[in-house]
């Protein structure tokens, strides 16, 4: 009597074992050793920093035509019949000046976040409100030109109208900062612990 073979386990194709003995060691890599990894640095302050250092580059070049189209702004003034100041000739200026002063500390600032420094935030924040301080100055002259312009023309019934402008100024200039000073400070509040 000839007996079949019995197949061999190994030439079945099953699998035999139990799935649930999982090994208890931590991960560990081929020298044994624990696999510790990294925390990933968040982007936010790389693309807000690049942001920040656009932005100032761009008023800045635009400042830098200002600073040379004042004199001709205050002379548009005068031919209009509105009488300027030596006090906001030299605002106007001031102002141009540190318009530009704003924009490099926003440049600056931008270039400090995208390498993940905090002081970066604080420069902008900074520049923000150095900006919004003279943008109040901006404002007062704006309503006294527009007020004297009104004035000149002998606009009797829009009395009081440079002092709204000034208000509206005011307003918005606060506004636009807020608006600003969030834009700068989120690096810091998306990713405060990233940051140096």
Same mark, same amino acid.
């Given at each position: ?63 830098? +035509? ?33 318009? +530009? ?32 301080? +003279? ?28 002092? +709204? ?32």
């Amino acid at each position: 009597m000839d007996e079949e073979p019995q197949p061999d386990a190994s030439e079945s194709g099953t699998l035999e074992g139990n799935p649930g003995n999982l090994s208890t060691q931590p991960n560990q890599n081929a020298y044994q050793q624990t696999v510790a990894y990294a925390p990933v640095k968040s982007q936010v302050p790389k693309i807000f920093g690049i942001f920040m250092m656009i932005y100032g580059v761009i008023v800045g070049l635009f400042g830098i +035509l200002g600073v040379f189209g004042t004199g001709g702004v205050i002379s548009d003034y005068e031919n209009a019949g509105i009488e300027i100041s030596g006090l906001q000739t030299a605002w106007f200026y001031i102002s141009a000046i540190s318009g +530009l002063i704003v924009s490099g500390a926003v440049a600056y600032g931008g270039y400090e976040t995208y390498n993940y420094k905090k002081r970066g935030v604080m420069i902008g924040l900074g520049a923000v409100a150095f900006g919004f301080v +003279l943008s109040l100055g901006d404002t007062a002259i704006t309503g006294d030109i527009v007020q004297q312009f009104l004035d000149s023309t002998g606009e009797a019934d829009v009395g009081g109208l440079g002092a +709204l402008v000034a208000g509206v100024g005011v307003v918005m200039s606060l506004v636009c900062s807020a608006i600003c000073g969030l834009l700068v400070a989120i690096p810091l509040l998306a990713a405060g612990n990233d940051l140096e």
